[in-house]
Protein backbone atom coordinates (compact mmCIF):
# COMPACT_ATOMS: atom_id res chain seq x y z
CA UNK A 1 0.00 0.00 0.00
CA UNK A 2 1.48 3.56 -0.92
CA UNK A 3 1.55 5.87 1.96
CA UNK A 4 1.33 9.60 1.04
CA UNK A 5 2.10 12.62 3.33
CA UNK A 6 1.44 16.11 2.03
CA UNK A 7 3.27 19.23 3.52
CA UNK A 8 3.80 23.02 2.66
CA UNK A 9 0.61 24.05 3.21
CA UNK A 10 -0.16 27.57 5.61
CA UNK A 11 -1.16 31.28 5.50
CA UNK A 12 -0.74 33.53 2.59
CA UNK A 13 -1.82 36.58 1.62
CA UNK A 14 -3.75 36.93 -2.01
CA UNK A 15 -1.16 37.14 -4.60
CA UNK A 16 1.20 35.70 -2.93
CA UNK A 17 2.89 31.50 -3.49
CA UNK A 18 3.08 28.44 -1.73
CA UNK A 19 4.63 25.24 -2.52
CA UNK A 20 3.17 21.87 -1.25
CA UNK A 21 4.95 18.50 -2.09
CA UNK A 22 3.78 15.02 -1.62
CA UNK A 23 6.13 12.09 -0.60
CA UNK A 24 4.98 8.36 -1.41
CA UNK A 25 6.24 5.51 0.37
CA UNK A 26 7.59 2.44 -1.64
CA UNK A 27 9.48 1.70 -4.78
CA UNK A 28 6.38 2.00 -7.37
CA UNK A 29 5.86 5.88 -7.69
CA UNK A 30 7.35 6.23 -11.07
CA UNK A 31 4.37 3.72 -12.01
CA UNK A 32 1.67 5.88 -11.19
CA UNK A 33 0.04 9.12 -12.21
CA UNK A 34 -0.02 11.66 -9.28
CA UNK A 35 -2.78 14.19 -8.59
CA UNK A 36 -3.68 16.80 -6.25
CA UNK A 37 -7.52 17.53 -5.34
CA UNK A 38 -9.07 20.21 -2.95
CA UNK A 39 -11.57 20.74 -0.96
CA UNK A 40 -13.46 24.09 0.60
CA UNK A 41 -15.51 24.22 3.67
CA UNK A 42 -18.59 22.90 2.80
CA UNK A 43 -17.83 22.12 -1.01
CA UNK A 44 -17.27 18.72 -2.77
CA UNK A 45 -13.75 17.38 -3.37
CA UNK A 46 -12.32 19.04 -6.71
CA UNK A 47 -9.85 18.30 -9.07
CA UNK A 48 -6.85 20.88 -9.14
CA UNK A 49 -4.33 19.32 -11.23
CA UNK A 50 -2.38 16.25 -12.58
CA UNK A 51 0.62 14.38 -13.48
CA UNK A 52 1.66 11.17 -15.71
CA UNK A 53 3.93 8.57 -14.34
CA UNK A 54 6.49 10.35 -16.32
CA UNK A 55 5.87 14.02 -16.04
CA UNK A 56 5.64 14.17 -19.60
CA UNK A 57 1.92 15.04 -19.29
CA UNK A 58 0.43 17.34 -17.15
CA UNK A 59 -3.27 18.37 -16.88
CA UNK A 60 -4.66 21.64 -14.58
CA UNK A 61 -8.27 22.61 -13.75
CA UNK A 62 -9.40 25.76 -15.74
CA UNK A 63 -9.84 27.93 -11.95
CA UNK A 64 -6.06 27.06 -11.63
CA UNK A 65 -4.40 26.94 -15.18
CA UNK A 66 -1.28 29.61 -15.04
CA UNK A 67 -1.23 29.76 -11.99
CA UNK A 68 -0.49 26.71 -10.35
CA UNK A 69 2.87 24.23 -11.45
CA UNK A 70 2.50 20.56 -10.53
CA UNK A 71 6.17 18.23 -11.22
CA UNK A 72 7.69 15.47 -10.24
CA UNK A 73 10.66 13.67 -8.55
CA UNK A 74 10.48 9.73 -9.26
CA UNK A 75 13.91 9.76 -7.35
CA UNK A 76 12.67 11.17 -4.67
CA UNK A 77 9.35 10.02 -4.65
CA UNK A 78 7.63 13.26 -4.42
CA UNK A 79 4.95 15.28 -6.09
CA UNK A 80 4.87 19.42 -5.60
CA UNK A 81 2.20 21.73 -6.63
CA UNK A 82 3.78 25.27 -7.22
CA UNK A 83 1.08 27.76 -6.59
CA UNK A 84 1.39 31.66 -7.16
CA UNK A 85 -0.67 34.39 -7.69
CA UNK A 86 -3.03 32.83 -4.57
CA UNK A 87 -6.61 34.30 -4.37
CA UNK A 88 -8.81 33.67 -1.76
CA UNK A 89 -11.40 31.49 -3.19
CA UNK A 90 -8.24 28.97 -3.47
CA UNK A 91 -8.75 28.37 0.46
CA UNK A 92 -9.20 24.26 0.75
CA UNK A 93 -7.66 21.47 2.57
CA UNK A 94 -5.21 20.19 -0.46
CA UNK A 95 -5.22 16.69 -1.17
CA UNK A 96 -2.21 14.54 -2.79
CA UNK A 97 -3.73 11.91 -4.65
CA UNK A 98 -1.98 8.65 -5.72
CA UNK A 99 -1.97 5.29 -7.85
CA UNK A 100 -3.24 6.85 -10.77
CA UNK A 101 -3.48 5.07 -14.28
CA UNK A 102 -2.93 8.56 -15.79
CA UNK A 103 -3.53 12.40 -15.29
CA UNK A 104 -6.92 12.37 -15.21
CA UNK A 105 -9.63 14.68 -13.51
CA UNK A 106 -11.83 11.99 -11.82
CA UNK A 107 -11.58 10.98 -8.27
CA UNK A 108 -12.45 7.31 -8.76
CA UNK A 109 -9.21 7.06 -10.97
CA UNK A 110 -6.98 7.63 -8.10
CA UNK A 111 -6.89 4.61 -5.01
CA UNK A 112 -4.41 6.27 -2.88
CA UNK A 113 -4.86 9.35 -0.54
CA UNK A 114 -2.81 11.18 1.73
CA UNK A 115 -3.97 13.37 5.08
CA UNK A 116 -4.34 16.70 3.60
CA UNK A 117 -2.74 20.12 4.01
CA UNK A 118 -4.77 23.42 4.85
CA UNK A 119 -4.07 26.23 2.60
CA UNK A 120 -5.58 29.54 3.78
CA UNK A 121 -5.22 32.42 1.58
CA UNK A 122 -6.12 35.79 3.34
CA UNK A 123 -7.60 39.21 1.43
Known amino acids: QVQLVESGGGLVQAGGSLRLSCEAS????????MGWFRQASGKEREFVAA????????NYAGSVKGRFTISRDNAKNTVYLQMNSLKPEDTAVYYC????????????????WGQGTQVTVSS
Open 97 to 112: AGCGRDAYESLRDYSC
Open 26 to 33: GRTFSSYA
Open 51 to 58: ISRTGGAT
